[in-house]
């Protein structure tokens, strides 16, 4: 981002994750309570690039190990004569679904307890940052008006 942005800047999706990364801004002036909702921020971030990186890679590898075992199992190569890739038919491919969202269940149900455990965090220091912004505002209006 330019040196004079005051903005979050959001980058094009991460090519492991699907996530849009983010470049947080920086205020010249941060404050500890600041800095440490931007923080909580990038590591909630962090944890969930790593997360749907890692589970994607799964999901493929696992994707492409079924649909050569389904095209194995049906006499056939994984690519036709004309150099295509060869596919399956959505039946078949629910059933890989099917299996893998019930092999990774717990994994979902843990990403999903600690996403709300870093976003209510999250959330709460929101609060809290927009609380003492109020405040600092309310006292140099009172400041200012008293001149």
Not at 19 to 33: A, M
Not at 72 to 95: C, P, S, V, W
Not at 113 to 132: C, E, H, S
Not at 139 to 146: A, D, E, L, T
């Amino acid at each position: 981002p330019p040196a004079h942005s005051r903005n979050d800047w959001i980058g094009p999706p991460d090519k492991h994750s699907n996530l849009r990364p983010v470049i947080f801004y920086v205020p010249p002036e941060e404050s500890s309570l600041e800095r440490r909702l931007r923080e909580a921020r990038q590591e909630a971030q962090a944890c969930d690039q790593r997360f749907w990186a890692r589970h994607n890679r799964t999901f493929r590898q696992e994707k492409e190990e079924f649909i050569y075992s389904r095209l194995k199992a049906k006499g056939l190569e994984m690519r036709d004569e004309t150099g295509q890739k060869a596919t399956l038919n959505a039946e078949e491919m629910a059933d890989f679904y099917k299996d893998f969202l019930s092999k990774n269940f717990r994994k979902h149900m843990q990403y999903n307890r600690d996403w709300y455990k870093r976003n209510f965090t999250i959330t709460f220091l929101m609060g809290q940052v927009a609380l003492a912004r109020a405040l600092r505002w309310l006292r140099w209006k009172k400041k200012n008006i008293g001149n």
